[in-house]
């Protein structure tokens, strides 16, 4: 399934860090960055986690919430926040479907391999739960001001 800006983010509840559980819902009525990555203490992944927690102070002060999503179990995400002094929340989607609901689920090529895995994408949700920008096959240097610049201006 391949969602468009202008389009309804597809509703979860999925576990995650902090023993909670998350949903769509507990961001209605204020803008949602919730971006997808393939593994918890990664390089990439990492960068893109610590880039996020940088700048929470300027997320919050425009009224943004951050979720960070991947295969990973929530237990792995609290591991993760606590070896890299994170300050954003992450979600477990171990059984992949937070990821086919939003279409991150795709097929990789690496190294002649061809394998099924997250790609690496950013959805900024509004307060109505409607999809207002789609950021795919990030790469991370400067994606988290890009998601702040764009954040700010709806």
Known sequence: MTLNVGDKA????QPGSGDRTYSLA??????????FYPKD????????AKDFTAMKADFD???VAIL???KDTAAKHDKFIAKHDLDIDLVSDADESLCEAYGVWVEKKM???TYMGIERATFLIDGDGVIREIWRKVKVKGHAEAVLDTAKAL
């Open 26 to 35: 507990d961001y209605r009525g204020r803008p949602l960055v919730l971006y």
């Open 41 to 48: 203490d990664t390089p990439g992944c990492t960068t893109e």
């Open 68 to 70: 960070g999503a991947s």
């Open 61 to 63: 002060a425009a009224g």
């Open 111 to 113: 190294y002649g391999r």
């Open 10 to 13: 597809p509703n979860f509840e």
